[in-house]
């Protein structure tokens, strides 16, 4: 197996990440037209050229009480998946964790993850926070948000999450991980091979459009496929 011993720096945690300091809003999902222009039926008219690059988000819930989330990104046309650590599963962390990934693309998140389709969770309320940019004036992705109810409308979100399942299983408590043995776990479900990458890997995928650089400062890496970790407890021990 490769190397992974890779320096911990302080952009991991997200409470450490500074930027400019954002406008805050009240957001209630409740109110009569609040996904105006954001809706499913709004993402369907996007052309396909657009939605052949669509980002699926999701978070991943771990034991009954626990404040740690995950919150899971996969891009659908590479089955790459990225997950990042939420303190709390809020729409205040899940921006902070768009945040931080937007940083780690360095001017490239429009290009990578600028099409996101999500479900209607309270921690994704705050569309403005997830479309507008941390760095500069300006739109870095747009939203979009699956009927209720319809899980299948962002159905390779769902259906991925097996990979990370078969390490970490439902119910499991996720108040013992860390931004290091998470980013481990990422690199081994995007080391496995898929029918659907053409018996290739998510990262091989990945790697063809976008840089090195970025799996470094996402502290992923390219696993073996023979030295693929796939067992629930050894990656990660609660």
Known sequence: MENQDIPIKSIDLLKKVKYKKRKRIKVRSNDAG?????????????????????????????????????????????????????????????VGALDWLEEMCEGYFNEFFGLLLMDRGSEFDDINGIEQSALHDGRRCAAYYADPNRPDQKGACEKNHVEYRKVVPKGTSLQ?????????????????????????????????????????RLRLQHIPPKDVIAAPNILYKP
């Not at 860390?178 to 290739?200: F, M, Q, Y």
């Open 34 to 94: 609040f996904y105006g222009g954001h809706e499913y039926e709004d993402y369907l008219l996007l052309p396909e050229e657009s939605r052949s690059i669509v980002t699926e988000v999701d978070t991943i819930h771990g034991k009954k009480g626990d404040r740690k989330h995950i919150l899971s990104l996969h891009r659908v046309d590479l089955h790459f998946q990225i997950y990042i650590l939420l303190l709390e599963n809020t729409a205040e962390q899940v």
């Open 176 to 216: 013992k991980m860390d931004t290091a043995t998470l980013s481990l776990i990422c690199s081994h479900v995007n080391s496995s091979i898929r029918k659907g990458c053409g018996n290739a890997t998510p990262f091989k995928m990945a790697s063809m459009c976008m840089p090195p650089e970025l799996f470094k």
